[in-house]
């Protein structure tokens, strides 16, 4: 699959080249809320035991940078293959044990902390001035994972600690994402986007999980 998808990256960008498209270097952050859709909380056995007590989900707020480069194939449609860092995880709260701490907590959190390098290839299309709609692949490398473990009795803090669980979980993605944009004639756009894997997160393969995700953010194209 990933294979498949660098191809048409290839092949996109040689032939917006060859119109002798301008090439137009945008710009983009943001923040995103992210999850993992499936079998989510039942991955999360494999790193935390849970307890007599209530357990809820939490997703995990965090934020993208990275900048691309707009190639027109038109007037109003283009290609736009960026490379951006995105931050993106899952997490669970309430009476736990976990595993590699050898404690039982009163109140805990363990939140995955995933940091991944993302090479999104959209299509864009402008139907009317400033509007743009914009969807396309996106294949995803995982280079750090952390479980962050918070321990509290009565509300005083009583562990934050990090452990690298990064070998525990696929490398690669690959998904899609697309969303909505408006751009001003200064440059500056704003953009709301949906993105989902279809990758495995678990690298032994023994639970569906995949990421989700919801980004709203800024783009400056130059």
């Known amino acids: 699959m990933r294979t498949t998808y660098l191809s048409l990256l290839v092949v ?10 301008q090439i137009k270097p945008v710009i983009k952050a943001g923040v995103i809320q992210s999850t993992w859709k499936g079998e989510a909380r039942e991955s999360f056995t494999q790193l935390v035991d849970q307890t007599d007590g209530y357990i809820s989900s939490r997703n995990r707020t965090a934020f993208y940078v990275g900048a691309g480069a707009e190639l027109p194939l038109g007037d109003f449609v283009s290609i736009e293959p960026s ?3 995105t931050q993106r995880g899952y997490g669970i709260k309430g009476n736990l044990t976990i595993n590699q701490l050898k404690i039982d907590a009163l109140d805990a959190r363990a939140t995955a902390q995933m940091h991944y390098v993302d090479l999104p290839v959209l299509l864009k299309v402008k139907p009317v001035a400033g509007l743009q709609l914009f969807a396309g692949p996106q294949v995803s490398y995982l280079v750090k994972n952390n479980l962050r473990a918070d321990v509290s009795v009565f509300g005083f803090s009583l562990l934050n600690r990090d452990i690298d669980i990064t070998e525990q979980f696929n490398r690669w993605d690959v998904g899609v994402t697309g969303g909505v944009g408006y751009e001003f004639e200064n440059g500056i ?21 995949f990421n989700e995700g919801y980004k709203a953010g800024l783009t400056y194209r130059f």
């Open 83 to 85: 490379l951006v860092y």
């Open 12 to 21: 996109f960008t040689t032939a917006a080249i060859t119109t002798n498209a």
């Open 189 to 209: 756009g704003i953009t709301a986007a949906y993105e989902r894997g279809f990758q495995r997160l678990d690298k032994n393969q023994n639970f569906k999980a």
